[in-house]
Nanobody, 117 residues
Framework: QVQLVESGGGLVQPGGSLRLSCAAS????????MGWYRQAPGKQRDLVAS???????NYADSVKGRFTISRDNAVNTVYLQMNSLKPEDTAVYLC???????????WGKGTLVTVSS
């Protein structure tokens, strides 16, 4: 069983910054892929960024150059540094973990990010 605890969401002005954190826990877990998805009202859930245990990253085109994903394997935590935030970034951000190359997918409850004046 894998459990994910997200933090860092909130209200920020356009052009501002925010850092999301997701701490994963679970015995016999490798957390092969960790990342972030987001879902706005009435829209599908889309990948924002992901990172493998070895450090390979993947970003949505809409956030390249603005967001940076990283992870600390010592504490099983993934981070999303979000800079130059835009109103269109407003969404519920959900932590994602793939527990092993052929493992199960796990989702956090989500943390709301609101970008508004």
């Amino acid at each position: 069983q894998v459990q994910l605890v997200e933090s860092g969401g909130g209200l920020v002005q356009p052009g501002g910054s925010l850092r999301l954190s997701c701490a994963a826990s679970g015995s016999r877990s490798s957390f092969y892929v960790m990342g972030w998805y987001r879902q706005a009202p009435g829209k599908q859930r889309d990948l924002v960024a992901s990172i493998t245990r070895g450090g390979d990253t993947n970003y949505a085109d809409s956030v390249k150059g603005r967001f940076t994903i990283s992870r600390d394997n010592a504490v099983n935590t993934v981070y999303l540094q979000m800079n130059s935030l835009k109103p269109e970034d407003t969404a519920v951000y959900l932590c994602y973990v793939k527990n092993g190359y052929y493992g199960m997918d796990y989702w956090g409850k989500g943390t709301l990010v609101t970008v508004s004046s």
